[in-house]
């Protein structure tokens, strides 16, 4: 049993070492502007370890403390797991503890609240089911409340009742062989209607934003490759039918050249930006701003790491 799981880790090691991208957090407090008014400087990194990087970012605020949700990729078994870290308030992060670990890979834990209680949507779009899950222990532990939609949706995030009406809503894109995540879906009232087609800039990168009244969608664009860039879309409206919004500002890896409604994110460790290629995720809190960037990994880490795994095999 011992030898066959490690020949398992090993086999994914070995694979994971052919990816080019490892995905890690920034995170900065909230002084003066956020970055979707235009203030780009002073996004800190969150280290990876040596089994995990980590991505889609969440933040939850509860008793005067904040919390970080994100995906943890698990480079041994080759998955996601959702986790969850205490935020100090000068930013640093502590520990994460998984609170969430399927069969099938995890990411995206986004979060909402109903009714006195607190619920998360994670995408999970091997298990083919939008599911909802209701938090018994804050914060590590959550039970499944419900499947929303039977479907290979990815990145599922509520809509806000000024846009939507009373009805309970939320906006998807599905992950198939014919719709790789081009278009993007309305769930309320247990229908699935498609409301922006054939578009390579729909997927959600994040909670929608209310900024001095208005109202934008953090929105993933991998027009030229996966996370290329991310974008603040002005939404107007949202029908059964369709989504009346338009471009409000573009963000782009460090070290990238700014141009007209576009900003590129600036790290505290200037060092580091030129290894970063792209970006898909940005949310708030009252006290922090968080996004995810993705770099050329270096693969120092599968070296090592592939060596232990052969050490305990010969043992």
């Known amino acids: 049993m011992i030898k066959a799981k490690l020949k398992s880790i090993y086999k994914n090691i070995k694979r994971n070492a052919l990816e080019k991208e490892m995905w890690q957090i920034a995170i900065r407090k909230r002084d003066g502007d956020t970055l979707y008014q235009g203030n780009r400087k002073g996004f800190r990194l969150v280290s990876n370890s040596i089994r995990y990087w980590r991505a889609d970012p969440f933040l939850y605020e509860k008793d005067d403390k904040t ?21 100090s308030k000068n930013g640093r992060v502590g ?55 039977s479907t290979t949706g990815v990145d599922t995030t509520p809509v806000p009742q000024e846009l939507c009406g009373d009805n309970e809503a939320f906006i998807t894109t599905v992950n198939t062989e014919q719709d790789h995540n081009n278009n993007l879906y309305l769930i309320q009232a247990d229908s699935l209607t498609k409301i922006k087609y054939n578009d390579t800039c729909v997927r959600c990168g994040g909670y929608f934003i209310n900024d001095k009244e208005k109202w934008l969608r953090v929105v993933q664009d991998d027009t030229d490759y996966y996370g290329c860039r991310l974008v603040f879309n002005e939404v107007r409206s949202i029908s059964s039918v369709s989504i009346d919004e338009s471009e409000y500002l573009s963000v782009l890896p460090p070290g990238q050249s700014n141009g007209q409604n576009e900003i590129s994110v600036s790290l ?48």
């Open 268 to 315: 505290t460790n200037s060092k580091e930006e030129s290894k970063f290629v792209g970006i898909h995720t940005y949310n708030k809190s009252s006290k922090f701003e968080v996004i995810d960037l993705v770099r050329h990994d270096s693969r120092t880490w599968k070296v090592w790491a592939a060596n232990r795994i052969k050490k305990k095999r010969k043992k």
């Open 67 to 87: 919390f970080l949700f994100a995906e943890l990729f698990d480079r041994f078994e080759d998955k996601g797991v959702l986790a969850v870290a205490k935020v």
């Open 95 to 149: 520990h994460f503890k998984v609170c969430l670990d399927m069969p099938f890979h995890l990411s995206y834990p986004c979060l909402f609240e109903k009714e006195g209680s607190l619920y998360m949507i994670p995408e999970g779009r091997q298990s083919g089911e939008i599911s909802i899950y209701r938090c018994v222990d804050f914060p590590l532990k959550w039970e499944k409340d419900r499947v929303l939609f």
